[in-house]
T-cell receptor, first 111, second 111 residues
Framework: SQKIEQNSEALNIQEGKTATLTCNYTNYSPAYLQWYRQDPGRGPVFLLLIRENEKEKRKERLKVTFDTTLKQSLFHITASQPADSATYLC??????????FGAGTQVVVTP | DGGITQSPKYLFRKEGQNVTLSCEQNLNHDAMYWYRQDPGQGLRLIYYSQIVNDFQKGDIAEGYSVSREKKESFPLTVTSAQKNPTAFYLC??????????FGSGTRLTVV
């Protein structure tokens, strides 16, 4: 069965450092991979998408990589700020647009 | 401002009761979705609708029902057949197969 793994332990990081989150998937052949941010008690917010033929995608302080050989996506938050504290969800998506969400990784940025 | 409105924010249900969660969008999106989120788990798809008067079961449809009489509205009924309804319910809409827009959620508790 399809499986998505994100670090279940919270990532505690100091302000200004780079946070790196991992999304691993098995029994999937995603055409692209989405990343969302979710704050407590709120719905997820779409951040960005990376396609299978793209190695890297950037948006402001966010950087995503996608390695289809390793079946893995890495999500980086550079120069992290306390406002970046949230849970980040990945969603590998097939060519039909069908996807599942990972359980998410909580990021805590301390001043 | 365009968006998705879910109501109520908090809902309490007695054993054996049916309750209906409201979801309204003014984004002119064709597709709408209902997800359930439990602590430590990813979002799980309950039902989705690609067009008015048509909807499909998701991964965990048992004990739930929906209707799509208008493009803007996609209410979810949690029936008494749902054995473990306490959860955070999220409604989403989209124009394409990625970049979903989510509402703020309804937290349902069985009392």
């Amino acid at each position: 069965s399809q499986k998505i793994e994100q670090n279940s332990e919270a990532l505690n990081i100091q302000e200004g450092k780079t946070a790196t989150l991992t999304c691993n998937y098995t029994n999937y052949s995603p055409a692209y991979l989405q990343w969302y941010r979710q704050d407590p008690g709120r719905g997820p917010v779409f951040l960005l998408l990376i396609r299978e033929n793209e190695k890297e995608k950037r948006k402001e302080r966010l950087k995503v990589t996608f390695d289809t050989t390793l079946k893995q996506s890495l999500f980086h938050i550079t120069a992290s700020q306390p406002a970046d504290s949230a849970t980040y969800l990945c969603a590998p998506t097939d060519s039909w647009g069908k996807f599942q969400f990972g359980a998410g990784t909580q990021v805590v940025v301390t001043p | 401002d365009g968006g998705i409105t879910q109501s109520p924010k908090y809902l309490f249900r007695k054993e054996g009761q049916n309750v209906t969660l409201s979801c309204e969008q003014n984004l002119n999106h064709d597709a709408m979705y209902w997800y359930r989120q439990d602590p430590g788990q990813g979002l799980r798809l309950i039902y989705y609708s690609q067009i008015v008067n048509d909807f499909q079961k998701g991964d965990i449809a048992e004990g739930y029902s929906v209707s799509r009489e208008k493009k803007e509205s996609f209410p979810l009924t949690v029936t008494s057949a749902q054995k473990n309804p306490t959860a955070f319910y999220l409604c989403a809409s989209s124009r394409q197969s990625y970049g979903y827009t989510f509402g703020s959620g309804t937290r349902l508790t069985v009392v």
